[in-house]
């Protein structure tokens, strides 16, 4: 009985991901439908396909939007942000997976539960203090912020991956003669590399469509990112839904590809340590 209903369930949770997929594709098709179309054509029947491959759209909407400036400044500001967290969070990652001392359970739940603290409650004070320094504007002033709202998440996922790493191995380096830190860089450090791949995906991406703080402290088209630039585009040229369809592409484009390119460390190092905590 139990083989006869295999094929069954397999079939029946197959046919329900691709009806999930085309729920989660279809605005996605549709926006790139639309974006090859005039504007007189989408408010016609945005249903209707394309009649030929136009890209005036995209010209136009890049040079609108002046994603130019927002590429590079969103590629910046996610390399930083990046490079900052993930410094922070292995290091403190470790010890929270290592240690024996009591308390450090407590201490790892109290870094997850940060999480759930609003940063709209922190907005006013960093702004005065960033504009008192003039640091509204400064890529790297910014990063830093962006790092401490991703840092408890990602202090979370590296220890939970440095957990499913043999403790047999600390032991072995230590009695070979190395320190705690020669033990972290040349032996638990290397091994972290495919969650360390994970944790700077979901930042990138957290990064890319942030919003709240980047319209904070980017201020002046020279700063956008370009979610930013998009929106900018949105509210100038809002009557012309073709360039606000291409623009549309234009941003998800690049965070889409990085997504495709580390979908396979992603799901790996979430589900790793999934038996640990």
């Known amino acids: 009985m139990k083989r006869a209903a295999s094929p069954v369930r397999r079939y029946c949770g197959n046919f329900v991901l691709l009806v999930v997929a085309c729920f989660a594709l279809g605005p996605v098709a ?8 005039p504007h007189e054509a989408i408010v016609r029947n945005p249903l209707e396909p394309p009649r030929s491959l136009d890209f005036a759209n995209f010209t136009t909407a890049w040079t609108e939007g002046h994603f130019t400036t927002g590429l590079l400044n969103s590629l910046l500001l996610c390399a930083v942000t990046v490079a900052i967290t993930l410094s922070a969070a292995v290091l403190a990652a470790y010890p929270l997976a290592r240690s024996r001392a009591r308390g450090m359970r407590l201490l790892a739940l109290l870094f997850l539960c940060s999480v759930t603290v609003p940063i709209q409650l922190f907005l006013f004070p960093l702004y005065f203090v960033f504009a008192h320094f003039n640091l509204i504007g400064n890529v790297f ?4 912020i962006l790092a401490a709202i991703n840092l408890p ?3 979370f ?4 991956y440095i957990m499913t790493i043999p403790t047999e191995l600390d032991d072995a380096g230590l009695m070979d003669g190395a320190g705690p830190f020669q033990v972290f860089w040349y032996i638990i450090f290397p091994l972290t590399r495919p969650g360390l791949v994970t944790v700077a995906a979901l930042v990138c991406l957290n990064v890319w469509n942030e919003y709240l703080v980047t319209s904070t402290f980017q201020q002046g088209e020279n700063h956008f990112t370009m979610t930013l630039g998009y929106l900018a585009m949105n509210g100038s040229i809002s009557a012309d839904q ?3 369809m291409a623009g549309g592409v234009l941003v998800i484009v690049p965070i889409l590809l990085v997504f495709m390119g580390t979908r396979r460390f992603i799901i790996g190092g979430l589900t790793a340590g999934a038996v640990k905590g």
């Not at 549709?30 to 090859?36: P, Q, T």
């Not at 996922?157 to 939970?160: A, G, P, V």
Request: zero cysteines; aromatic letters at 0%.
């Open 157 to 160: 996922l590296l220890r939970t």
């Open 141 to 144: 002033a910014t990063a830093v």
């Open 153 to 155: 998440l990602a202090i």
């Open 30 to 37: 549709l926006l790139l439908e639309n974006s090859l179309k």
């Open 242 to 244: 073709g360039l606000l």
